[in-house]
T-cell receptor, first 113, second 108 residues
Framework: EAGVTQSPTHLIKTRGQQATLRCSPI?????VYWYQQALGLGLQFLLW???????NRGNFPPRFSGRQFPNYSSELNVNALELEDSALYLC????????????FGSGTRLTVV | KNEVEQSPQNLTAQEGEFITINCSYSVGISALHWLQQHPGGGIVSLFM???GKKKHGRLIATINIQEKHSSLHITASHPRDSAVYICAVEASGSRLTFGEGTQLTVNP
């Protein structure tokens, strides 16, 4: 069974540009979660999507947005990139997080120059 | 004060030693997770706990809900155990709050 896959692995963007990160959950998982891990900082919750709807959102500005597609894959979009957006972005999926836990992808490392 | 506090921040051990990493939290939770992050960033979920104790191979995780405290133990540590170990709590809304992580280095 394929795990949670994220693409691209690495992404370099210029300040002010937009970045799009993608995540494919494990087959059968309907929930996708996005987390940011900035250099030297801990993981921060970004977004939770379930059944195509945004269910919860962390303390991030509106330029961080995303969506979940009918096949449960998800996109994270970051608009008007700032230098401090440089981070590892991790995606996780679950069938039902509270009962079955989470499976994480390997992440996308975004560098803003 | 962070909602989730881990100790120690860094831990160096010799191969074979028994290792304990601690996690304290300040909010009511529905579950606590222990995660392992290797260089490069990939995260592996080790345990999900809501009470008691779980064991998987050389890893043991315990939680005391009343004291809001959890421990991760590694028996007979090995250099391949070297990684960052992260405690995360789940309070509401399927939203994980993470500790800062413990960097473990096991020397041969």
């Amino acid at each position: 069974e394929a795990g949670v896959t994220q693409s691209p692995t690495h992404l370099i963007k210029t300040r002010g540009q937009q970045a799009t990160l993608r995540c494919s959950p494990i087959s059968g998982h309907t929930s996708v979660y996005w987390y940011q891990q900035a250099l030297g900082l801990g993981l921060q919750f970004l977004l939770w999507y379930d059944e195509g709807e945004e269910r919860n959102r962390g303390n991030f500005p509106p330029r961080f947005s995303g969506r979940q597609f009918p096949n449960y894959s998800s996109e994270l979009n970051v608009n008007a990139l700032e230098l401090e957006d440089s981070a590892l972005y991790l995606c996780a999926s679950s069938q039902d997080g509270r009962n079955y836990g989470y499976t994480f992808g390997s992440g996308t490392r975004l560098t803003v120059v | 004060k962070n909602e989730v506090e881990q100790s120690p921040q860094n831990l160096t051990a010799q191969e074979g030693e028994f290792i304990t990493i601690n996690c304290s939290y300040s909010v009511g939770i529905s579950a606590l997770h222990w995660l392992q992050q290797h260089p490069g960033g990939g995260i592996v979920s080790l345990f999900m706990l809501s009470s008691g104790k779980k064991k998987h191979g050389r890893l043991i995780a315990t939680i005391n809900i009343q004291e809001k405290h959890s421990s991760l133990h590694i028996t007979a540590s090995h250099p391949r155990d070297s990684a960052v170990y992260i405690c995360a709590v789940e309070a509401s809304g399927s939203r994980l709050t993470f500790g800062e992580g413990t960097q473990l280095t096991v020397n041969p």
